[in-house]
Each structure stands twice: as structure tokens, then as C-alpha cells.
């Protein structure tokens, strides 16, 4: 966690712990909150110092200014952000101070920025469009858009892959060429997964895909999680519905090789190893043995990858979680992401991860998987 941290300090142009002393340091995270409070005083009318620096709070994943002044008080020693850095990954988009060189800005702070100003929304119980320019405006831009640059529409009655063939060293490969929109979706993705525990990174890459499952960053991440996780329903469920939205742009007879050097091909690839893994749990043999044959045939230049993964997610004696997922009185986050499956039922578009909710709930599993893979070098 505190790599990761640092990490996205680093992004956000914050000088790193080991090079100063921790007070002086912090003293300067504080002034630079204090400083956004301010001028949010001074964009937003009639708004008092502390309604302001409560909100800049909120908008931190803090509950008001006082426990700010708490929690970065607590910080003594360079032991204690190692030991508090998811709370303040939370915090650290208040901290960025980017200059007009950095706008627009780069995925990862844009990202952050966005983040904050979705919560600056909710804080303030602001319109949309008025939050996101007053955000802008904090951090010393224009507008939203001269901040964070334009964000792409993702295409909803076309593909949002195009499939080709070409040669790579004088060798014939298939390629899967994502739109701009897809592109730009799966930075932003990976971008925003960095900013989450992983026990939250399963729900976030849902929100992501629920009505565009072809989004491969998202739904790679989602299955392989949910495998992870022992839940073979669900993530045979994403798999195969990522994969299907997918495989409209691949034809089917292809038996070229995705082209090396490729993230979208070995996302692919690793979508079709979480299908075979899941399949081969639930003993769905024929299905299994042809996604084994179609893993071989289009995962070539990927199998170290593939091979790693199925080793990690196909361990021997593995046995899927079946604890109760339906339980409304808990308040685990960790553990309720059947029972967000149920809670959005209403929307119909949904009716399958229902069913494979319910499914993750009762049904028997067969005997354990048994992953083998043999072919061409």
C-alpha cells in the first residue's frame, strides 16, 4: 500500500517522504489544503471559511476540517504514513498543485482530480457541470476541459473493436485494434484502480462495464478477481460476457495469433485463461476443451503470461467460496458484492448477474480443476 502511495504522490508531483522531514512536510499538505478552502471561499458565494474547509474535507474522505488536522497530526514519524497510506491516497488529490504545463493533465492525476471533484459534488450537493468547472477553477485552470482535457464518447450501436490481420517479422497476426473511446476508458480504468484497495476493485471494474461489458481492462480485472475470490460462477459469468462482446469484431474461424507487444491482447488472453479455469472447475468439459484449443491457438505469444496465471489462479486443492452472500445486516464492503448484484435488480440489464449471484449462493460445485495445456511451442 505505501508503494502505492508513493507512486501517486510521485504523479502528483509530491516531493517524496524520505527526502524531508515528515512535520515540515506535512505542514506543507496542509497549507495546500487550506489554500483550495480558501479560494473555494472565494469562488462559491455565501459559503463561510469552515462550511468551505469542511467541504474540501469531505471531498478528501474526511469528515471535517478538525479530523484532518487529527489525522495529519497523528503522523509523527516515517512509520505512520507507511501504516496510514490508504487514508491518504484519499487525500492526496487536494495536495496537487499542477502548473499550465501539466494541462491537460496526464491519466493518472486526471483521474484523481475527477475523483475530487465528483466528491466536492456530493459534499456540497452541487449540479454536475457547476462542481467539475469549480474544481477546474481550484486548480488553477480555466475550465473543466482546459484541466482534463476532452473525454471521448464510447460508441454504443458499433463496435468498439476492429479486427485486422497483419505481420509482425514476417510472421501473420490477428489484431484487435480498440477505439479511442475503449482506449481511453481502460487508462482511465487502470488509472482509478490504483486509487482502490483491491477488496473494492471487483465492484469499481462492475460500475465500469455494467452497460458497455466489452471494456476489456475492466472485465479482465473483474473476472480474474472474482476467480481469486472462488467465485466460478461469476467469473465465468464476466468472463464469457466480456469476451462474447469482444469476439463480435473477431471472427470466429480466425486461428491467427494476436500479435505480440499488445496490453489489449493480453487482456484478451487472460480473459480466455480465467474462462478455461472456470469452466474446468465446474467440470463443462467440451466447452473447457475448446477454450483450451482456442487459449492455444490465439495466446501463443502470451503463454508465459497465460501460464502464470493459470498457475496462480488454479491452485491444487482449491475450493470456491460459498459463505452466504445475501446477508443485509453486514456492513462488510468486502463481502457484498452478490448483495449489490441484488440491490440493483430493478434494472433489467442486470437480470443475468443476478442469476449468477443466486447461482454463486446455492449451487453444488463439482470436483476441483485440473489445468493442463499442451500444444505448439
Same mark, same amino acid.
Request: charged residues 25%; neutral net charge; aromatic residues 8%.
Given at each position: 500500500?505505501y508503494?502505492c502511495f508513493?507512486?501517486?504522490?510521485?504523479a502528483?508531483? &509530491?516531493q517524496?517522504w524520505e527526502e $524531508?522531514a %515528515?512535520r515540515? +512536510?506535512?505542514e506543507? @499538505?496542509?497549507?495546500?489544503?487550506?489554500?483550495? =478552502?480558501?479560494r473555494?471561499?472565494l469562488?462559491l458565494?455565501?459559503?463561510?471559511?469552515?462550511?468551505?474547509?469542511?467541504?474540501?474535507?469531505?471531498?478528501s474522505?474526511?469528515?471535517?476540517?478538525?479530523?484532518?488536522?487529527e489525522?495529519?497530526?497523528y503522523?509523527?514519524t516515517?512509520?505512520?504514513?507507511?501504516?496510514q497510506?490508504?487514508?491518504l491516497?484519499?487525500m492526496?488529490?487536494v495536495?496537487?498543485?499542477?502548473?499550465?504545463?501539466?494541462?491537460? &493533465?496526464?491519466?493518472?492525476?486526471? $483521474?484523481? %482530480?475527477?475523483? +475530487?471533484a465528483?466528491? @466536492?459534488?456530493e459534499?456540497?450537493r452541487?449540479? =454536475?457541470p457547476?462542481?467539475?468547472e469549480?474544481?477546474?477553477q481550484?486548480?488553477g485552470?480555466?475550465?473543466?476541459?482546459a484541466?482534463?482535457g476532452?473525454?471521448?464518447f464510447?460508441?454504443?450501436?458499433?463496435?468498439?473493436?476492429?479486427y485486422g490481420?497483419?505481420?509482425?517479422?514476417g510472421?501473420p497476426?490477428?489484431?484487435l485494434?480498440?477505439?479511442a473511446a475503449?482506449?481511453?476508458?481502460d487508462?482511465e480504468?487502470?488509472?482509478?484502480?490504483q486509487?482502490?484497495?483491491?477488496?473494492?476493485?471487483?465492484?469499481?471494474?462492475?460500475?465500469?462495464?455494467?452497460?458497455?461489458?466489452?471494456?476489456?481492462c475492466?472485465?479482465?480485472?473483474?473476472a480474474?478477481?472474482h476467480?481469486?475470490?472462488r467465485?466460478?460462477?461469476i467469473?465465468?459469468w464476466k468472463?464469457?460476457?466480456?469476451?462474447?462482446a469482444?469476439d463480435k469484431?473477431?471472427p470466429?474461424?480466425?486461428r491467427?495469433?494476436?500479435?505480440?507487444?499488445?496490453?489489449?491482447h493480453?487482456?484478451?488472453?487472460r480473459?480466455?485463461?480465467v474462462l478455461?479455469v472456470?469452466?474446468?472447475?465446474?467440470?463443462?468439459?467440451d466447452?473447457?476443451?475448446?477454450?483450451r484449443?482456442?487459449?492455444?491457438?490465439?495466446?501463443r505469444?502470451?503463454?508465459a503470461?497465460?501460464e502464470g496465471?493459470?498457475?496462480k489462479?488454479?491452485?491444487?486443492n482449491?475450493?470456491?467460496?460459498?459463505?452466504p452472500r445475501f446477508?443485509?445486516?453486514?456492513?462488510?464492503r468486502?463481502?457484498?458484492?452478490?448483495?449489490?448484484l441484488?440491490?440493483?435488480?430493478?434494472?433489467?440489464?442486470?437480470?443475468?448477474?443476478?442469476?449468477a449471484?443466486?447461482?454463486c449462493a446455492?449451487?453444488t460445485?463439482?470436483?476441483?480443476?485440473?489445468?493442463h495445456l499442451?500444444g505448439a511451442?
Open positions: 500500500m508503494k508513493c507512486l501517486l504522490a510521485a502528483l508531483k &509530491l517524496p $524531508v %515528515v515540515p +512536510f506535512l506543507e @499538505l496542509k497549507r495546500r489544503m487550506e489554500a483550495k =478552502a480558501l473555494l471561499q469562488l458565494p455565501g459559503i463561510t471559511l469552515e462550511t468551505s474547509r469542511d467541504a474540501i474535507s469531505r471531498a474522505v474526511m469528515v471535517n476540517w478538525r479530523r484532518v488536522e489525522d495529519l497530526g503522523i509523527e516515517q512509520q505512520d504514513p507507511e501504516e497510506a490508504w487514508d491516497i484519499d492526496l488529490p495536495f496537487y498543485e499542477p502548473n499550465m504545463l501539466d494541462m491537460p &493533465l496526464a491519466v493518472l492525476p486526471r $483521474v484523481s %482530480v475527477r475523483t +475530487f465528483r466528491r @466536492l459534488r459534499a456540497l452541487l449540479d =454536475a457547476y462542481a467539475y469549480l474544481t477546474a481550484l486548480y485552470a480555466r475550465d473543466w476541459l484541466l482534463a476532452p473525454k471521448r464510447l460508441p454504443i450501436a458499433e463496435p468498439i473493436y476492429r490481420s497483419g505481420e509482425v517479422a510472421r497476426y490477428a489484431w485494434e480498440p477505439c475503449v482506449r481511453q476508458a487508462e480504468f487502470e488509472a482509478m484502480a486509487l482502490r484497495q483491491e477488496v473494492f476493485q471487483a465492484d469499481l471494474a462492475q460500475n465500469e462495464s455494467v452497460d458497455q461489458p466489452g471494456l476489456l475492466a472485465g479482465s480485472v473483474g480474474t478477481l476467480l481469486v475470490d467465485e466460478y460462477d467469473a465465468e468472463a464469457r460476457s466480456t469476451l462474447e469482444i469484431s473477431y470466429k474461424d480466425c491467427l495469433a494476436p500479435a505480440p507487444g499488445s496490453r489489449t493480453l487482456l484478451y488472453v480473459l480466455k485463461a478455461y472456470a469452466l474446468m472447475y465446474f467440470d463443462k468439459n466447452e473447457a476443451e475448446a477454450e484449443e482456442c487459449l492455444l491457438a490465439r495466446g505469444e502470451y503463454r503470461e497465460y496465471l493459470l498457475k489462479l488454479a491452485p491444487r482449491s475450493k470456491p467460496n460459498r459463505e446477508d443485509w445486516s453486514t456492513d462488510s468486502s463481502g457484498n458484492r452478490a448483495s449489490w441484488c440491490l440493483n435488480a430493478s434494472n433489467t440489464s442486470l437480470s443475468t448477474q443476478l442469476r449471484g443466486w447461482r446455492s449451487v460445485p463439482g470436483s476441483k480443476p485440473r489445468v499442451r511451442q
